[in-house]
């Protein structure tokens, strides 16, 4: 069987490695445009559920991966100016993290000593450029080519959010991974950021779109928008720099497809569907959808069948997270009029905002916090 793929990102990668694994006469080939030791952004994060699951799936490869992730057992919410803030620390939601190229570069180890070869710096254009293939996946990210020329047949819809955000890094490691709010004369501010290794962490800055015009970002050089950026989270970030990896503003695209596949080629990864990144899934979506096909292919051993079972297996599971996605980017396009709440009640309305945390569960995972809550509101006390 010949597989060619397109993108050697989690997605590819791991897929390829499956196949490879289960039958090494495979021909798989990974074709990747850019370098072997380059990629954007930094860190990827990945919640203890997420890699649970991955362990009941592949023990070996989370047994490979972990011992490079930071990982840590709590998530902080600094609710506040540029000049004062209430830190509150919420237990109960465990997380890792490590850097993007990182994982790349282990995934990569991990497929070339199976037997897989990737090309990098290597751009396919086109589909006939890989006749006799008997499979194609387009794992080739959220600007996928291969989707955006084939939208009809795969049901393809984009919805294009307004909030802006830009992907930095600072050499500030950072204890847990934070959500920190700052209220500024021109809005709210929210940066993500974890650290990924003992000396680096993620830094995502995320804006409602009126603070984006009103900071005047539209016509600010990069290196002003850093400046401006560090003095936003100056308290945050103690004298550290803000660092570029190709960063720039974007909108975040919420994605989707009503058909995953047509003739032999397949979506896979964010070319099929995006999550937004407030809810750490997108790697671990990735990687569950390479599980995902390749049980599909060895229930089916054929690829028509296996890639109609692929999308009969993934899209219950898949669109849960998706769904829960798409409404936890939308409490961040309210950021400007939650920031009023009591810091108590903000990191409450956090915790609760995509509907699939319960009172309960919060009571469960940070007894403090719901009793804080629970002050405020003392009839709820009374039903749980």
């Known amino acids: 069987m010949k597989i060619d793929i397109l993108g050697a990102g989690p997605a590819g990668l791991y897929f390829a490695a499956l196949m490879k694994r289960d039958d090494p006469t495979r021909e798989i080939t990974l074709y990747e445009r850019g370098p072997r030791n ?3 952004g930094f860190g990827v994060v990945f919640s203890d559920r997420a890699l649970e699951f991955l362990r009941a799936d592949d023990e070996d490869i989370y047994q490979y991966l972990t011992p490079h ?4 057992n709590n998530l902080t919410i600094v609710h506040g100016s540029e000049n004062s803030e209430t830190r509150i620390p919420i237990t109960g939601n465990g997380f890792a993290a490590i850097g993007r190229l990182e994982l790349l570069t282990l995934l990569y180890a991990w497929v070339e000593k199976l037997g897989v070869r990737i090309e ?5 254009t086109a589909l006939d450029q890989l006749k006799g293939s008997d499979l194609i996946v387009a794992a080739n990210g959220a600007f996928s080519w291969v989707r955006q020329e084939n939208e009809d047949k795969f049901g393809s819809t984009y919805d294009w959010r307004p909030n802006k955000f830009i992907w930095y890094g600072t050499s500030k490691p950072f204890d847990s991974l934070s959500l920190t709010f700052r209220d500024t004369a021109h809005g709210v501010f929210c940066a993500h950021h974890y650290r990924y290794s003992p000396d680096m962490s993620t830094f995502l800055v995320e804006v409602e779109d009126e603070t984006w015009k009103r900071a005047g970002f539209e016509t600010m050089s990069p290196e002003d928008t850093i400046r401006y950026c560090e003095k ?6 103690d004298g550290r720099p803000i660092i570029s990896n190709n960063s720039y503003w974007r909108n975040f695209p919420a994605i989707w497809n009503e ?8 979506l896979m990864g964010d070319a099929l569907r995006t999550a937004h990144f407030s809810i750490g899934s997108g790697t671990r979506l990735a990687m569950e959808d390479s599980i995902a096909l390749y049980k599909a292919f060895k229930e089916t051993g054929n690829v028509a069948a296996a890639l109609a079972r692929y999308q009969e297996l993934r899209t219950p599971p898949m669109k849960k997270i998706w769904d829960a996605a798409n409404v936890s980017l939308r409490w961040y396009e309210h950021m400007g009029e939650l920031i009023k709440l009591d810091p108590y009640e903000f990191a409450y309305s956090y915790m609760t905002r995509t509907g699939r945390v319960s009172h309960a569960e919060v009571k469960r995972r940070d007894p403090l916090l719901a009793a804080e809550y629970e002050r405020r509101h003392p009839e709820l006390a009374l039903t749980v």
């Open 232 to 237: 936003v989270f100056a308290r945050d970030l």
């Open 38 to 40: 380059a990629t954007w």
């Open 69 to 72: 992730m930071e990982t840590w």
């Open 259 to 266: 058909r995953w596949s047509f003739d032999n080629v397949v």
């Open 120 to 124: 990098f710096d290597t751009e396919i």
